[in-house]
């Protein structure tokens, strides 16, 4: 698939970062793509919620041995924010684990989606400085980092909420 943008270049803007996301979502790489990984507080600039995404994110969980990782903190917020995607994701419980740092672990969490040979990073929050990634180095690296986050959370955002 081509790109505007150079492989790995930096670049700058909140929307052009959506961007890249949407576009990253909604041409999900074939069969070799088992699992993706999204880090973010609380995906408040993913473009979650629209129809395209949500077609294509069902599309790809269609195939068995697909697993969405979701690391974040704040997922109240997401769920009000991306109200269908909240629901996509309830009907895709057996795909997709929600994840939280510890209480004793919380510290600003890195900003990426990692899907198979390509990912998306947010380097600077303030100024919305972002990069594309595709080198497979780079990719291997923070994936490791991402695994070792992993191991300093816990289940988060259940499907269903017990009460009385």
């Given at each position: 698939?081509?790109?505007?943008?150079?492989?790995?270049?930096?670049?700058?803007?909140?929307?052009?970062?959506?961007?890249?996301?949407?576009?990253?979502?909604?041409?999900?790489?074939?069969?070799?793509?088992?699992?993706?990984?999204?880090?973010?507080?609380?995906?408040?600039?993913?473009?979650?919620?629209?129809?395209?995404?949500?077609?294509?994110?069902?599309?790809?969980?269609?195939?068995?041995?697909?697993?969405?990782?979701?690391?974040?903190?704040?997922?109240?917020?997401?769920?009000?924010?991306?109200?269908?995607?909240?629901?996509?994701?309830?009907?895709?419980?057996?795909?997709?684990?929600?994840?939280?740092?510890?209480?004793?672990?919380?510290?600003?969490?890195p900003v990426r989606l990692l899907?198979?040979?390509?990912?998306?990073?947010?380097?600077?929050?303030?100024?919305?400085?972002?990069?594309?990634?595709?080198?497979?180095?780079?990719?291997?690296?923070?994936?490791?980092?991402?695994?070792?986050?992993?191991?300093?959370?816990?289940?988060?955002?259940?499907?269903?909420?017990?009460?009385?």
């Amino acid at each position: 698939m081509s790109t505007d943008a150079a492989p790995s270049a930096d670049q700058d803007g909140r929307q052009a970062f959506t961007d890249a996301l949407r576009e990253l979502l909604t041409n999900l790489p074939g069969q070799g793509l088992h699992e993706m990984w999204w880090v973010d507080e609380s995906f408040e600039a993913w473009p979650l919620d629209e129809p395209a995404v949500l077609e294509a994110l069902s599309r790809w969980s269609r195939v068995p041995g697909r697993r969405l990782h979701i690391v974040g903190s704040d997922f109240e917020l997401t769920a009000r924010r991306h109200p269908r995607f909240a629901a996509w994701r309830r009907d895709r419980a057996h795909v997709t684990e929600a994840w939280r740092p510890l209480p004793t672990e919380r510290t600003d969490l890195p900003v990426r989606l990692l899907a198979g040979d390509r990912g998306v990073e947010l380097l600077d929050r303030v100024h919305w400085h972002w990069r594309r990634v595709d080198d497979r180095a780079t990719l291997v690296n923070l994936m490791s980092s991402t695994a070792d986050l992993l191991h300093r959370c816990e289940s988060a955002w259940p499907i269903t909420t017990l009460g009385l």
